[in-house]
């Protein structure tokens, strides 16, 4: 998965190899503040799998978005778009209930799971077990349909985590016990380089990558 936003991210730079690679790789947490362009970024990253031509991608978010996020051209792609399974789970109650029901769904398997906004979740039962039972049944969800989808594929899992400048101790602990199920890390900064302009700058562990 860091190949994936590894691309989304060098789209139009020097630094984007054009490789395209159908290995999931391990579950990626995207982290970053607010208004630090997670949501635009994970649903690039929605596009760019979708435009792979593999499965159809699962994107999961507590609330419905309003418009497509600023910054991805590929959107126009109605063809993509149609790939593209948006589901609104508004408690984790319902996020888990759709989450184990989907060893079950027929069709497809998806080619990524996406989860917008896990703090949201959290938010409602901050306990450690919580959060280790959420985050373990989102990488089983994920193996399963790599599972289904065979040898030679696989589906690949993207979270996002809002994080705070100032966070307590229990933030402190939370993020470390879900680093354990997230080996793969990337954190995001906005950048102001001038007036009318918007970037963001990105550290893909491994590996920084600025955009």
Known sequence: MAETLRRVLSRGSAAGSGENTAEAGPPLLLLGGPGSGKT???????????????????????RPLQSLPRGTGAALDHLRLQKIRLQYPPSTRELLQLLCSAHEARGPAPSLLLLDGLEEYLAEDRGPQEAAYLAALLLDTAAHFSHRIGPGGGCGLIVTLQTQEEGDIGDALQLSLLQRYFPAQCWLQPDAPGPGQHRLRASLEPGPVTE
């Not at 635009?40 to 507590?62: C, D, K, N, S, Y």
């Open 40 to 62: 635009a970024l994970l649903f690039a990253a929605a596009l760019e799998a979708a435009g792979e031509g593999r499965g159809p991608v699962l994107f999961l978010t507590r």
